[in-house]
């Protein structure tokens, strides 16, 4: 395919169907290339500027895919969460070096990937604290807020010394109860002193 046939293919799926991010072997089904040969036809767009690799294996349009949808394509079981969320979602000052993903799987290969986006790291956690959300793969408020406060103390980090906290008195109270009551008790003082209760 020519390189504008490839970019119209990569376009009209991302408007009538959505999609942004494609692994190689649905290019490979979509196009009737080998998937050897494809990969040698993706280097050499990639080169160009005509598309973007975001990770290993996976291709798109450039500047059409978000972190979350890159996320769930790499592991769809996984969602974002941490200071990269609370940023997201105005509750820190401080843009984070890195995404950092909850999931319930383990990672085999790597579990930091370098992306476009920065490095996305995944974090295989108990089945008590992982909890996807029912929409999208960003964490609400209030599980960010708890999920950064554990990966800050597990580190021995206190998270106040970390960042910047802004509008937490904007966090639900009964869904922040809610979503604490799955933490170490360490979680729920250091969150308490946080929100000043």
């Known amino acids: ?19 942004a991010l494609f692994r190689v072997a649905e290019l490979a089904n979509a196009t009737g290339h080998a998937p050897h040969a494809l990969n040698v036809e993706l280097g050499r767009l990639a080169s160009k500027g005509a598309i973007a690799r975001y990770a290993t294996g996976v291709y798109g349009l450039p500047g ?3 972190p979350e949808e890159l996320v769930t394509v790499l592991d769809n079981g996984a969602y974002i969460t941490g200071a990269y969320a609370l940023n997201r ?34 974090v295989r956690v108990a089945s008590n604290i992982y909890r996807k959300p029912a929409e999208g793969a960003l964490a609400p408020p209030e599980q960010a807020f708890c999920d950064f406060v554990r990966l800050t103390q597990r580190q021995g980090l206190d998270p106040s010394t970390i ?35």
């Open 1 to 19: 395919m020519k390189t504008s046939d490839w970019m119209k293919f990569l376009d009209f799926q991302n408007r009538r169907h959505g999609k």
């Open 163 to 197: 960042v910047t906290f802004r509008g937490l008195n904007t966090l639900s109270k009964s869904r922040l109860s809610a979503v604490l009551k799955r933490y170490p008790l360490t979680v729920l003082r250091k969150a308490n002193q946080l929100l000043g209760i």
């Open 89 to 122: 979602q105005n509750l820190i000052t401080q843009a984070s070096s890195e995404i950092v993903c909850f999931t319930n799987r383990r990672h085999n290969r790597s579990r930091a990937r370098t992306t476009p986006f920065g490095k996305i790291v995944f």
């Open 64 to 66: 059409r895919a978000t």
